[in-house]
């Protein structure tokens, strides 16, 4: 038996029904309408779904390769912080998560931090990657935040932040709480110089990042269908005991409520926020100043004498005077 089992049984399989090498991921299915992708046509779609338009997550930075120019940039290095500062362990030990999700992404932490140019114009770039912890804000993404400021300040450039976070990062407790108030300052640093703050809200934007530097844009965008609030729709209707409107915490509900400015399909963004950043950042007008000369007949205010009243005067008539009865 042990024969059978060991040896004529895997001869066979090798034979007629060896596994075949093809990956498992070549097809993938839309979690909106269920249509089976072909993944290279949803790669070169930008991971928008062809069959229903609905936008699904893209990786941080194959989003920078899309909205700088040429999909050419720099990522710069961020400072060091200290790793697992409170020895947190839950069900598994904080320094282990970290390391699961360094090894699966390839990046220390949640935020990439980039600069380059977008539509000509000089750009600093920090994009969440959801794919570590959730992007998750600890420390090191507060760190991330205030270096882009702070190299868009130094750079004359416009700072764009695109966050897709599931909040605070609760591994690190208080100290994740501290970065709301650390990238707000960020913020502010920006704004003081005088340069444009650009969000881009992606799928989902939720708790503290939303409670932060994620809602106070000069000017707020966001891809169609993207998650947009601060504690969870169900934890909502359960405080409330209500139920919530149909499309409640998507990017179309806030735009229609004033929340965000607008909503850009992702094929658009690039274009759009070259155009917001050029408007921005312009110093003078986009065009030659053209004066208008009055018309030979007409005569203006000056030449005839009025003055703002329209009432002309003559000889002196006007000015409290009465002419002589000689």
């Not at 062809?50 to 899309?66: D, I, K, Q």
């Not at 970290?98 to 990439?112: M, Q, V, Y």
């Not at 114009?121 to 400021?149: C, E, H």
Request: glycine share 10%; charged share 25%; proline share 4%.
């Amino acid at each position: 038996m042990n024969w059978l089992n060991n040896y004529v049984r895997p001869k066979i399989r090798s034979l007629v029904g060896a596994k075949s090498d093809v990956p498992e991921n070549l097809w993938l299915q839309c979690v909106s309408c269920e249509q089976m992708l072909f993944h290279r046509d949803l790669e070169d779609n930008l991971n928008v779904c062809s069959n229903c338009g609905h936008h699904m997550r893209l990786p941080a930075r194959r989003r920078l390769e899309t909205l700088f120019d040429d999909g050419k940039f720099q990522e710069i290095e961020l400072p060091e912080n200290v790793v697992d500062p409170l020895k947190f362990r839950d069900r598994k030990r904080y320094s282990d998560r970290l390391k699961d999700s360094r090894s699966s992404t390839g990046r220390t932490d949640a935020i990439i931090v980039a600069h380059g140019e977008v539509g000509g114009q000089k750009t600093v770039i920090a994009v969440f990657d959801f794919a570590f912890m959730g992007g998750s804000m600890g420390i090191a993404v507060g760190n991330g935040i205030l270096a882009g400021a702070q190299l868009a300040v130094l750079q004359d450039a416009a700072f764009v932040a695109i966050p897709s976070s599931g909040g605070a990062r609760m591994q690190e407790g208080i100290l994740s709480l501290m970065q709301m108030p650390r990238t707000t300052i960020a913020v502010q640093q920006v704004k003081e110089a005088g340069l444009p703050y650009i969000v881009i809200l992606a799928d989902p934007t939720t708790g503290g990042v939303t409670a932060s530097f994620a809602m106070l844009g000069d000017i707020a965008m966001s891809e169609p269908g993207s998650i947009i609030g601060f504690a969870g729709a169900r934890v909502i209707e359960e405080t409330i005991r209500e139920k919530l409107p149909d499309g409640f915490q998507r990017s179309e509900y806030l735009l229609e409520h004033g929340m965000i400015d607008m909503v850009v399909k992702r094929h658009d963004l690039k274009d759009t926020l070259a155009r917001v950043i050029d408007l921005l950042m312009r110093k003078s007008p986009g065009a030659e100043i053209v004066q208008i000369k009055a018309d030979a007949g007409e005569v203006s205010d000056t030449d005839s004498g009025t003055g703002t009243d329209g009432v002309g005067s003559a000889d002196g008539a006007d000015d409290g005077s009465k002419p002589d009865p000689d």
